[in-house]
C-alpha cells in the first residue's frame, strides 16, 4: 500500500500538482465559470455505481444553469474515466486539478475513488466521492477538503440489524463479509455492533468471510447448513457481482431465511441472476419505482427521465445530485468559490434540508451517520419501499474507523 502511495504521488507531481503555482487557482478570479472535474469509472465495475450519480449530477448543474448559473456565471464540467484503476483515478484527480477546476467529484469507492481526492487535497481544492461509504474518504482520511455525499458504511450495517431486530422480529444471524474492499468492512463492522448491542454478541451464531471474485460460496454455506443450531437470517456484506452470486448460491442450496444486506445491493439490475427471490431486505437511500414516501424523490426521478431519456438504474443517483447541490449551497452562501471558505461553510451544515436528506459536517467528520434510511424488500421481481428508519445507535470515532475490530 504504501509503494502504491508513492506511485500516486509520482503521477500528480508529473501534473505539477504538488507545486505552488496550481494551489492559487483553488481562489483564482471568481469572473471565470467555475468549473466542475468528473474522475470517475465510466468503465470497469464501478462504472455501475458512478454512471447514474454523475447523470444526476449533471443534472442539477443543468439546472444551476437554467436559474442563471453560480455567482452569475454557467457551471462547466469535464470528465475523465479512471477506467476503474487506482493509478488512472490519481492520473485523472491531477489532470483535472490542473485544468482549474474548482471542484473534483470523485468514484462512488475509498479505494478508487482515493487517489483522485489526494490530488485535490494536495492543491487545496474540495473533493467529493459520489458515494463512497467508508469514512476514511473525509478529513481523517484524505484531508480536511475531501467530503462524501453518502452515510457511513457503518450506518447501513446499524440500520438493517436494528431494522431487522426491531420490526422484522429476527433473534439470530450469519454474518457473511465480502472482504473485497474497506465499503463492506465497514458495513459489517456497523452490523455487528448493532446486532450484538441489542442480541448479544452469541446470537450471531457464525462470521465467515469471501471474497467479491470468489466463483464459489460452498465451503461458507457447508458452514452455515452444518450448524446445530440455524440463524434466522443471515447478514450478506457485500457488493455486485460478487454478492449477486452470494445470493444465488444461498437460496440455491435451501437456505431460505431473511438475507440482510447493505445499500450497494439495492437495485434491480442483478435480480434477474435470482428468479424469484423475496424476505431480502436492504437500507436504500431512495426508490427508483414510484413508491417512495418522500415526493421529491420520485419528482427527481421523473426530472432524471426527462433528461435522459430514461429513469436512474440505481439508488445512487441522488447522491450525484445532492452532493452539486451541497456544494452549489455552500458556494452562493459564502459569495465565492475559495475553498477555505466554501469547507468552512459546509462544516457549518447542521442537518441542512437537501434531495438526499438532511446532511450535517463537521471538520473531523465528511459523512453522514445519522441520515434516515428507506428500507426497501424484493417481491415479484423488484424492490419496493417498506418504510423510512433511522437508526437509533449512533457510530462513534472507534467504530467508524475500526479501530480495534
Known sequence: MRSFFKRVAAAMAVFGVLGTGVVSSASGAE??????????????????????????????????????????????????????????????????????????????????????????????????SLCAADPKMGSQGVGQYAFTATSAAQSEGIAIAEYAQKKLGLKTTYVLEDTSNEYTKSGCAGFRAAWAKDGGKETILGDDTFKNEDPSIAPQITRINSLAKKPDSVFLCSRTPGGASAVRQLRAAGITVPILSITAMADNYWLSAVPNLKDFYVPALMSLYGDDPRPAMNAFVNNFKARWGQPPVSSYSVLGYSLIEQWAFAVTKVNSTDTDKVVAAMNSFDNQPFLAGPTSYRKDLHIQVNRPWLIMDVSNGSFHAVEMYKNQLTPDTKLLFRIGS
Not at 74 to 87: A, G, L, N
Request: glycine residues 8%.
Open 31 to 128: 469572473s471565470q465559470p467555475p468549473t466542475i472535474g468528473f474522475a470517475i469509472a465510466e468503465s470497469g465495475w464501478l462504472q455501475n455505481y458512478d454512471a447514474a450519480p454523475f447523470k444526476a449530477a449533471v443534472l442539477k448543474i443543468d439546472e444551476i444553469n437554467k436559474a442563471g448559473g453560480l455567482l452569475g456565471q454557467p457551471v462547466t464540467y469535464k470528465v475523465i474515466d479512471t477506467k476503474t484503476d487506482r493509478e488512472r483515478s490519481a492520473s485523472a484527480g491531477a489532470e483535472l486539478v490542473q485544468a482549474g477546476v474548482k471542484l473534483l467529484v470523485v468514484s462512488c469507492d475509498y479505494d478508487f475513488g482515493a487517489p483522485a481526492a489526494l490530488a485535490a487535497q494536495k492543491a487545496k481544492i474540495v473533493s467529493i
